[in-house]
């Protein structure tokens, strides 16, 4: 469960966003609690990834603020955001193909780390986190010759390598057969266990449904449903999103 703490870690206020004039989210709020996980469902183009990128830096809001640990960060740069604690994976994997899976998990170490780091302990750093995410026996190989999954935990290394306090994952579970979706189950659990707050988009209900506390529904631009998942789910409105009708 959520850390009890009297500060959120995350807060969304009123951000709205729009494309070539066309509004695409309007006036989303809502907050998240430390150690919190929260997972985003709703139909393709409501703007999922795009509330990502604007909490990590990669879109600026129209309208509206992001609030990290009471620290207003709306159109800090990716990189700060970055160095202040959250980091995501994507949607679709891109590693350094010619370099080693360890070599991609030292970027993100040296890319996380204000202050420098020295290589033996980047490298056990690197190979730490390797052996979390069930890579480790990968380190030496070219990221080009990864598997659809292994190139999902690479991405998750990654981005674990920049320390974050909040971690965003887009489609992790995307491409990845029953077990594999298993293993991510229980390392998601893991990794809120050391301490980490975890924002979620993915299609695969039955693992978001497992490893949240609560769902946010959007729909149309804008939040239509949030809490836990069970009731999300059988809410009119996200029946009405997905099938295009009420609920009988």
């Given amino acids: 469960m959520a850390a009890e703490t009297s500060m959120p870690c995350l807060e969304l206020r009123r951000i709205g966003i729009g494309f070539h004039g066309k509004p695409l989210l309007e ?15 709703g139909p393709n183009g409501v703007g999922k990834t795009t509330l990502f990128n ?27 955001i970055c160095h202040l604690g959250i980091a995501r994976t994507f949607q679709i994997s891109r590693p350094f193909p010619r370099m080693t899976v360890l070599e991609n998990v030292l970027m993100g170490i040296w890319f996380g780390k204000e202050e420098q780091v020295g290589s033996q302990a980047g490298r056990d750093e690197a190979l730490d986190l390797l052996n979390l995410v069930g890579l480790r026996h990968k380190a030496g190989q070219e990221g080009r010759d990864l598997t659809v999954s292994e190139l999902r935990r690479l991405e998750l290394a990654r981005a674990l390598a920049t320390r974050p306090k909040l971690l965003l994952l887009d489609e992790i579970a995307a491409g990845l057969s029953p077990q594999a979706i298993r293993e991510a189950v229980v390392l998601i659990n893991a990794l809120r ?21 609560r769902l946010i529904a959007l729909c149309d631009g804008r939040l239509t449903a949030s809490g836990r998942p069970a009731d999300v789910l059988n809410s009119p409105e996200v029946i009405r999103a997905y099938f295009g009708r009420s609920q009988n």
């Fill in 27 to 41: 006036e989303i709020s809502f907050t998240v609690s430390e150690q919190e996980i929260v997972s985003f469902i």
């Fill in 193 to 213: 266990e050391q301490g980490l707050t975890l924002l979620i988009i993915d299609h695969f209900l039955n693992l978001t449904c497992q490893v949240s506390d």
């Fill in 54 to 80: 604007i909490i990590c830096g990669r879109s600026n809001p129209t309208s509206g603020a992001v609030i990290y640990r009471g620290m207003d960060i709306t159109g800090w740069s990716p990189h700060r």
